[in-house]
């Protein structure tokens, strides 16, 4: 595949390297596929190979090429292999971000270049109660001197039992104040070899993971030496957020693997597929849906590389991370479904690649958080961050057309009385009908504070009936208003709020309502 303009030569070399290294063991890879078993040979070549220090600065043994180093190994592992990346990115980039942002120099020191010498992680979230609510985490681990004893159990964990290094988020306190605040939970990062107590409880079937091991974990008197706890007790949940939207950017760029590997397998076996005496590639149907392919496939990587370089510059990526991976997983199954079509019997046999590839594609709308709590995350991000461009334009009527256009003229402020508020709410009705006015909607014609603005709303909704406010169920304080039809005919005459575009015929006999009507 092409590289990007703006990659260095470093990474460009890097992407070269990565697609040389994958073949030697694609082959080898697919046989553990058949057989299920979890390919530890394979993980300790990618160790040697060095290329697991993509994204690990190079003060700790990394290579030092950043959120779009890590991107393109993602891509790269799951061109050739769906099982192997989960874990590789689980590794890579569950924990690593989190250690190389939070984690004390010991710790760094400890385990980043272990992580770019191969040694494989697990990130320790997910239990039975807590799902998508993260925060709900009851595994516990109580302080006793200079180390944490952890009581409790985990699930849908990739790379459980078979994992070095686990990433885990355990509960500090019950207080409800700090749950409230989300400061509750804490995190920390164990070598297996260094403690005792946790087991395997169960590794489970699931769909695609045929050589990757995902399962549940049993903490039983767990002891964790404080040296371990990554950031500060009641860091956790902020820890945990931030690893996400690496883990997110990456979860979305294993998917252009898979793109890349079902673009392969269904165009070569349609040019080479005969029906009807010719190829099924000539026929128009699966040409636009490997056409649909590639343009779902071209959409990602650009979204997928140009985060990675926002990463790499230091940009707020919160949007981006949670967009591409909910997009990424919404147009892998499209296309996983499109390939199998195209490719029929042989799309849904494990003969080829495609089948588990449609299977695995799947998963992704689950793990990193399910896409119901991407799309939460990206609605409140962008209410937040892009609230100046998300609000629509103030809006007056045209004198000409007598409809309401946008305008970007200075208001001249009223003072704040019941009777200027009322016709600011009879101006709303005009060009908004329909819609209430927030306190800051409001602010922008009348000259007060907001709480002689809403002092104003209390009484003229008391006297008389003229507005009707939308009220904050805890507080009672108002925070949406409009005129009532009282307070529409107080402020103006009816004539005031009628309007007939230029296209309607003028006629006054053809309009019920009309004053010359039935006179
Ligand atoms: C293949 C795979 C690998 C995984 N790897 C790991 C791992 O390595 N480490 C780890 O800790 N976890 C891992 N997980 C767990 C994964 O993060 C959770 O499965 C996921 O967060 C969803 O939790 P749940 O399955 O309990 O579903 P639930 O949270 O019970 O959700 C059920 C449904 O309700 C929806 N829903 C829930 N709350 C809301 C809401 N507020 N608004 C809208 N919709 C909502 C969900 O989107 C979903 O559709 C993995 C899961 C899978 C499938």
């Known amino acids: 595949m092409e590289p990007y303009f703006w990659w260095t030569d470093e990474q460009k070399e890097f992407y070269v390297k990565l697609g040389e290294f994958f073949k030697t063991i694609e082959q080898r890879e697919a046989v553990t596929r058949v057989k299920r078993e979890h390919p530890f040979e394979l993980y300790e070549e990618v160790g040697k190979s060095g290329i697991m220090g993509a994204a690990i600065p190079k003060e700790y043994g990394g290579l030092g090429l950043g959120a779009t180093g890590s991107c393109m190994l993602a891509e790269n592992v799951h061109f050739v292999s769906p099982g192997m990346g989960r874990i590789l990115v689980g590794n890579m980039n569950g924990g690593l971000r989190q250690i190389v942002e939070h984690g004390t120099e010991e710790q760094k020191a400890k385990f980043l270049p272990s992580i770019a010498n191969g040694t494989t992680g697990a990130v320790v979230i997910t239990e039975v109660t807590a799902g998508t609510d993260a925060s709900g985490i009851s595994l516990r681990a109580v302080k006793e001197g200079d180390h944490y004893v952890f009581n409790g159990r985990k699930r849908f964990i ?3 039992g078979v994992a070095t290094n ?11 104040e700090l749950i409230k605040k989300h400061k509750h939970l804490t995190a920390f990062m164990v070598d297996a070899a260094e403690i005792e107590g946790i087991v395997t409880e169960k590794i489970n079937d699931i769909l695609g993971f045929e ?7 049993i903490f039983n008197n767990c002891v964790i030496p404080e040296s371990r706890r990554v950031g500060e007790e009641g860091q956790g949940f902020k820890i945990m957020m931030n690893g996400l939207n690496f883990e997110r950017t990456n979860i979305a760029a294993t998917s252009l693997g898979w793109h890349r590997t079902m673009l392969r397998y269904a165009t070569s076996w349609a040019q080479r597929r005969v029906q009807f005496g010719k190829p099924v590639m000539d026929i128009s149907e699966n040409q636009f849906k490997i056409s649909k392919m590639v343009t779902n496939f071209k959409l990602m990587r650009d979204a997928v590389y140009v985060t990675a370089k926002k990463w790499d510059n230091g940009e707020n990526v919160v949007i981006d991370a949670s967009a591409i991976k909910a997009a990424c997983a919404g147009l892998a199954l499209q296309n996983a479904e499109m390939a199998t079509q195209i490719m029929a019997g042989d799309g849904i046999n ?4 495609v089948k588990n590839l449609f299977e695995i594609a799947k998963t992704d709308h689950i793990a990193g958080g399910t896409v119901e709590a991407c799309n939460l995350t990206i609605f409140r991000q962008a209410l937040k961050f892009w609230a100046e461009d998300l609000k629509m334009p103030r809006r007056v009527i045209d004198p000409e057309t007598g409809t309401p256009v946008p305008t970007y003229d200075p208001v001249e402020k009223v003072a704040c009385t019941e009777e200027n508020l009322l016709n600011v709410l009879a101006e709303n009705y005009r060009v908004n009908q329909g819609l209430c006015m927030t306190i800051e909607d409001i602010a922008e014609y009348i000259d007060g504070s907001d709480e002689e603005i809403v002092a104003a709303i209390n009484a003229l909704e008391a006297s008389g009936d003229a507005a009707v406010a939308v009220r904050n169920r805890k507080t009672g304080a108002p925070t949406l208003t409009r005129a009532s039809y009282d307070g529409l005919s107080k402020a103006h005459p009816d004539e005031y709020y009628m309007y007939w575009q230029s296209f309607i015929d003028k006629d006054p006999r053809r309009h019920l ?7």
């Open 350 to 353: 494990t003969f080829y690649p």
């Open 211 to 217: 050589n990757c091991q995902n399962g549940s974990l």
């Open 513 to 519: 309502g009309s004053p010359a009507l039935g006179k």
């Open 166 to 176: 686990y990433f885990i988020y355990a509960r500090t306190t019950d207080d409800p």
């Open 158 to 160: 990739v790379g459980a």
